[in-house]
């Protein structure tokens, strides 16, 4: 009984583990998507921002993921930015993407790294500032940084297609959590009902030691009980010592001779008020429950 139901908590946790697994790698699969996505749609707005200034050659350096939803795209050499173009290709970028419309974009000179233009887009374009959107910045280095501000969303078709493979499987570990506990409640059902032996006008209860007579209880010894469960299970017929002895006391360690004697005299006594029922000694043999 301690097996089956440690077996269910065992279950219960083996389930709990793999749904925090199947939580963890379904949000870090998105994140990483996330992180992916942003990446290609910089790297589109610095190749367009290059073409604009002519440069077909020259290559868009990787973007960087400096923090969490902080990304830096660079560029190898010195290129002219003009703002409204700037913040129409990001937009536009990001849409095709179906990334946040919430970000703050900030425009860096190389040389001294302070702030040549920024801006803030918000979904709700009329609470966005975007400043001085005519103003050309001259040809110089510049790195472009876009911090997403928003909530982000991680309903990507990964996501989904995760939550796909999970539910089936939650389904099928429930079942079995199910299956299980009706199992071992239907187990313990059974072995709540009290096992309890008509001998003549006693009744015996072998899973607590105990015979009754007249609502009178008497107790037995673990060893009475054990005797007196063999004779019923074989009454009116002659079980032989060796049998009893062996049944008994073999995991008991060493036996003495009269132990037996001693405790067949025993569960006599104590079924003496029954003349319907009595314990004989068949001479040479062994011993037999007679219930007339």
Request: with cysteine.
């Amino acid at each position: 009984m301690i097996f089956k139901n440690n077996f269910f908590i065992y279950l219960r946790c083996i389930a709990l583990v793999f749904l925090i697994n199947i939580v963890a790698c379904t949000s870090s699969s998105s994140n990483e998507h996330f992180s992916e996505t942003v990446k290609i749609s910089l790297r589109n707005v610095g190749h367009e921002l290059l073409v604009l200034n002519e440069d077909l050659t020259s290559p868009v350096k990787p973007v960087k993921e400096i923090d969490p939803f902080l990304y830096e795209v660079s560029f190898p050499n010195s290129l002219e930015i003009e703002p409204d173009k700037l913040v129409s290709l990001i937009k536009n970028n990001f849409q095709k993407a179906k990334l946040p419309d919430d970000y703050i974009v900030q425009v860096f000179q190389c040389l001294d790294n302070e702030v040549a233009y920024s801006y803030l887009m918000k979904a709700k374009e009329k609470e966005g500032i975007i400043p001085c959107a005519n103003r050309i910045l001259g040809k110089s280095c510049y790195t472009i940084q876009v911090k997403f501000t928003g909530t982000i969303d991680f309903k990507t078709d990964t996501t989904t297609n995760y939550l796909y493979g999970v539910i089936p499987l939650v389904f099928i570990i429930i079942s079995i959590l199910f299956w299980f506990k009706k199992r071992n409640s239907s187990k313990n059902n059974l072995k709540n009902e009290e096992i309890k032996i008509s001998i003549g006008n006693y009744s015996f209860l072998p899973d607590r030691n105990i015979l009754i007579r007249n609502s009178a209880e008497m107790n037995l010894s673990k060893k009475e009980c054990d005797l007196l469960l063999i004779l019923v299970e074989n009454k009116n017929q002659t079980v032989k010592r060796e049998e009893l002895t062996k049944k008994v006391w073999e995991d008991n360690g060493v036996v003495v001779s009269r132990s037996l004697d001693t405790y067949i005299s025993k569960l006599r006594k104590k079924l003496v008020e029954d003349t319907n029922v009595k314990i004989t000694n068949v001479h040479g043999v062994g011993y037999k429950l007679i219930v007339k």
